[in-house]
Every structure is written in structure tokens, then in C-alpha cells.
């Protein structure tokens, strides 16, 4: 089955500077992944969909993501910070086989002013 | 385009009490799924419909659980006499193909 792992369940920057966000899945090359951002007792909000393709994928507010298939990785990035990007932050993708998403444990992101 | 709504927002009840949460999912959707949240946890999947058939249920969904969509479009999910580990975020989210939209979800207090 496929797992994503998320490094660093919290990440400070302060406002202005690069936002890094880090996922990496299991070895099977999935067909999409996807990152969420959840604002405090909301749900998840679609920031951006990676398909089989295009490996630099840009999403909602500025956000974008690299698939690295020689990393396994999926990692997050904005080049500048804003204070209305604190939330946290997940990354997930498919279970071979099946119709459910695998979610990362989340990042909780922190805007310092 | 409406969105997934869910309702309640918020839920407190008493531990042994029934609890039913419903969803509302994009109307051209035929994918609904039910997760579950804890505190600073991911969602976890419970259970998955495409249109009116239950497809997956996960082995988190113990036998106090029921989740229904009768006519395919609306779904509720009903906890029978709840316990103090039940309180979570419910979401519910609904996908044409993969691509999943979530609704805002519904929090649950067991006291």
C-alpha cells in the first residue's frame, strides 16, 4: 500500500522568507499525490494535485510542488511567506487498488511577523 | 458549484448516546468517503460509496458504526452509543474521479 511521510511535524519561517514543506512516499510510483491545507476547525482545502506528467506543479496562493521520482519525494515550496499561510499542511495519495487516500501525519506551519 | 457541506458543525453529546452526521457532496460527484480526524493526526479513511453502494469500510469502523447513501447523492454516518474515544473531526469528502473536496467537517465532543 502507499504511504507518504511528512518530515517535521512543525515549521517556523518568518514572514517573507521561503516556505519548505517535505513529503516523500513509499517506493511504488504513485499516479497522483495531492497537498492540503486545513485552517484551525475547518477542513481540507486543495492547494494542489500532482498527476502523472508534469513533475512542477503550481497550485493555489503561490504554492507549488516538485515530483522527484529519484527521491520519492513531493516537497511543498513558496517562495515568500505570508502571514495567512499559518495552518497546517498535508500530503497524500492513493492506496493501490482502492478509492482512499493515505494522508501524511501534517505540518503545522508558523508565520513569524 | 455548492460545495461539500456537512452538518453539524459541532456535536456534543454523552458518552452512550447516537449520533448521526450527515453530508451533502457535490452535486455531479458519485464518489463520497467518510474520514476521521484526531488531534493532530491526519485524516484516517472510514468507509467509501460509489453512488449508493458501500464499496470500503476500514477496520476503524466498528460495528457502532453505520454509514448510508440511500440515493446516492446525500450520505449520514450514525454512531451508536458513543464513547469518549469517538470525539473527533468527521469529514466527509466527494470526488468524480480522484480528486477529493472535502467539507468543512463535523466535530464531535463525547463528555
Known amino acids: 500500500a502507499q504511504s507518504v511521510t511528512q518530515l517535521g511535524s512543525h515549521v517556523s519561517v518568518s514572514e517573507g522568507a521561503l516556505v519548505l514543506l517535505r513529503c516523500n512516499y513509499s517506493s511504488s510510483v504513485p499516479p497522483y499525490l495531492f497537498w492540503y491545507v486545513q485552517y484551525p476547525n475547518q477542513g481540507l482545502q486543495l492547494l494542489l494535485k500532482?498527476?502523472?506528467?508534469?513533475?512542477l506543479v503550481k497550485g493555489i496562493n503561490g504554492f507549488e510542488a516538485e515530483f522527484k521520482k529519484s527521491e520519492t519525494s513531493f516537497h511543498l515550496t513558496k517562495p515568500s511567506a505570508h502571514m495567512s499561510d499559518a495552518a497546517e499542511y498535508f500530503c497524500a495519495g492513493p492506496n493501490f487498488g482502492n478509492e482512499k487516500l493515505t494522508f501524511g501525519t501534517g505540518t503545522r506551519l508558523t508565520i513569524i511577523p | 458549484d455548492t460545495g461539500v457541506s456537512q452538518d453539524p458543525r459541532h456535536k456534543i453529546t454523552k458518552r452512550g448516546q447516537n449520533v448521526t452526521f450527515r453530508c451533502d457532496p457535490i452535486s455531479e460527484h458519485n464518489r463520497l468517503y467518510w474520514y476521521r480526524q484526531t488531534l493532530g493526526q491526519g485524516p484516517e479513511f472510514l468507509t467509501y460509496?460509489?453512488?449508493?453502494?458501500?464499496?470500503?469500510k476500514s477496520r476503524l469502523l466498528s460495528d457502532r458504526f453505520s454509514a448510508e447513501r440511500p440515493k446516492g447523492s446525500f450520505s449520514t454516518l450514525e454512531i451508536q452509543r458513543t464513547e469518549q474515544g469517538d470525539s473527533a473531526m468527521y469529514l466527509c469528502?466527494?470526488?468524480?474521479?480522484?480528486?477529493?473536496?472535502f467539507g468543512p467537517g463535523t466535530r464531535l465532543l463525547v463528555l
Open positions: 500532482y498527476t502523472t506528467g508534469a513533475t
Open positions: 460509496f460509489q453512488n449508493e453502494a458501500q464499496l470500503e
Open positions: 469528502a466527494s470526488s468524480f474521479v480522484e480528486t477529493q473536496y
